[in-house]
């Protein structure tokens, strides 16, 4: 098999060469360096490598280039290329015209002009390029088949699943000629859908979370019985405290409900996170962490029910649903939250069916053309609404507050001004949703007139709580269900009633010595993902502390 090929596009000849013969000096070994002056050339030449099957692991472009520039082409070039990764070449003049730009296009990396040297500034960036694209690749991909329907809340949920751990299938609706044929070669009936068709031709009708994932080649059942480390939860701060556990040798396993990433997973960019000045979406972000995690030797479980969590000895045992368990000398509890329900009528019996919490990103070519309501006024709704309002005809955020401002970052609130298709209505709740099988029409009230308008699709992101009812009684809580942990825990100076030890609770440990918490499910915690992602960090630093003490 042939090399694969970095290309760079740029219109300045010598600027061109350059970027050319630096790439060769560093990547020429093991890649062809293919290089062209404008934009249609580029795409010319692609065309050509993907009728000769060859792979194209990364793209560099300039940003301004005269009759198509670097966002134009890279668009065009995702269609024959989806998985090369893609960096803009931009002058400093230009940094902000493209870092607004790239929201179109979802860049891995920008690069300024001049790069030299090229050790600091260019090759960095291209290793991460082609370390992202040898992970996901051109190689070919053992098809996974579901059958199901649109309008049915399981159906929806598996293909959320599947999508949110990134794991490659093909959707037939039943109502399609080949969605019957499928069904009818694995003796199954409309009744049973969802049904998952494996590469090896395993049926499953209706597959439970635990079957879906051994099906699909997920990790369900740890490797050992005992651990240094169990993080509970796959968010920003259960992958931040696997990669720092693990990376310090601790035997460190992540046990994770549906897919890691948690809530910031879902979000289609975060543009606030530290070094990312172009954005990077929820899922780029959380997967490159797992990837870093399962490097350094973690475990991921997924698909796994935590029911119990409770000391016996210097041991810390989780519990999961099915009644077996594993131990550790120490937890880092990072479970998160979810998003609360919608307490009108008729949005309950429609969840999966048009109603959806979070961003739910599997729908959004089903929105083309189509009017989306997104109900919250915080971040993670206004994300939702740049993301939709790129399928949508119209985008309507419906915020019961009187303005963005209180719960929404101003870059955001600024972005969404300036996008035509998405409007703002304040004052403003959701009555009731109306629909037979699937989501038809929502009842609006504003200053308490109501106002019944056409719709399928409505995208909820009313605040969050924690999932913390499994916990027992030994682990103390506010009257939210948040984990209080170090200070918090003090009684008129002393620690907590039942602390077994001579000293205080750590900052960042629960009311049982050894267990963590870090991350939104904390009590007093900062909503950020880069906080999170910090007190995961501090966890496995105090973890440590934890241990030398036994």
């Not at 996170?273 to 959380?286: C, E, K, M, N, R």
Request: aromatic share 6%; charged share 25%; net charge negative.
């Amino acid at each position: 098999m042939s090399q694969p090929i970095l290309l760079t596009v740029d219109d300045d000849p010598a600027v061109s060469r350059s970027v050319a013969r630096d790439l060769r000096r560093r990547y020429g070994k093991d890649y062809r360096i293919i290089r062209a002056d404008s934009g249609a050339d580029a795409l010319e030449a692609l065309r050509e490598i993907k009728l000769r099957g060859d792979a194209v692991a990364a793209i560099l472009a300039d940003y301004r280039m005269p009759q198509m520039d670097g966002i134009v082409f890279l668009e065009k070039a995702m269609d024959l290329f989806p998985n090369a990764r893609r960096a803009l070449l931009t002058a400093y003049a230009d940094t902000d015209a493209a870092i607004q730009a790239i929201n179109v296009v979802d860049v891995d990396h920008y690069l300024l002009k001049p790069w030299d040297p090229p050790e600091e500034k260019l090759y960095p960036v291209v290793d991460a390029l082609v370390e992202t694209w040898r992970a996901v690749g051109e190689r070919p991909v053992d098809e996974i088949k579901l059958i199901g329907h649109r309008y049915s809340s399981p159906s929806f949920h598996l293909r959320d699943f599947l999508a949110r751990n990134a794991v490659p299938y093909r959707w037939y609706s039943v109502d399609d000629d080949e969605g019957r044929r499928i069904l009818e070669a694995a003796d199954a009936a409309p009744q049973d859908i969802p049904v998952l068709v494996t590469p090896d031709g395993t049926v499953l009708r209706q597959p439970s979370g635990p079957e879906l994932a051994d099906a699909v080649g997920l990790s369900t059942r740890p490797a050992q019985e005992f651990y240094d480390l169990i993080v509970i939860g796959g968010g920003p701060a259960g992958l931040g405290a696997a990669v720092y556990g693990a990376s310090e040798g601790l035997r460190t396993v992540i046990v994770e409900r549906k897919a890691t990433g948690g809530q910031a997973g879902t979000s289609s960019r975060i543009e606030n996170y530290l070094g990312f000045p172009d954005g990077v979406s929820g899922a780029q972000l959380t997967d490159r962490a797992r990837r870093q995690a399962l490097k350094f030797g973690a475990e991921v479980l997924t698909a796994r029910d935590v029911v119990g969590l409770e000391a016996r000895g210097s041991a810390r045992v989780v519990m999961f649903g099915d009644g077996t368990e594993i131990s550790a000398h120490s937890v880092v509890l990072a479970s998160g939250v979810t998003y609360r329900a919608l307490e009108a009528p008729g949005v309950a019996e429609l969840a999966g069916r048009g109603v959806y919490y979070g961003s739910a990103a599997t729908e959004a070519p089903e929105c083309k053309g189509e009017h989306v309501y997104i109900v919250g006024g915080a971040n993670s709704a206004g994300q939702a609404a740049v993301f939709f309002a790129k399928h949508a005809a119209d985008v309507t955020i419906l915020v019961r507050g009187q303005s963005l401002e209180a719960s929404m970052s101003h870059y955001l609130i600024e972005q969404i001004a300036g996008i035509p298709n998405i409007h703002v209505r304040t004052r403003t709740t959701v009555a009731e949703a109306h629909g037979d099988d699937h989501l038809e029409r929502l009842t609006l009230c504003e200053n308490g007139a109501t106002e019944t308008v056409p719709t399928g699709h409505l995208f909820i992101f009313i605040g969050a709580a924690p999932r913390t009812d499994w916990l027992g009684t030994e682990i103390q809580r506010d009257d939210h269900g948040f984990v209080r942990t170090g200070p918090d825990l003090l009684t008129d100076g002393g620690p907590p009633p039942g602390w077994p030890l001579d000293r205080d609770p750590h900052y960042l440990e629960s009311s049982i010595p050894g267990v963590f918490v870090a991350g939104d499910v904390r009590a007093a915690s900062v909503k950020r993902v880069a906080s999170a992602v910090g007190e995961g960090a501090m966890a496995v630093t105090l973890v440590h502390r934890y241990l030398e003490e036994q």
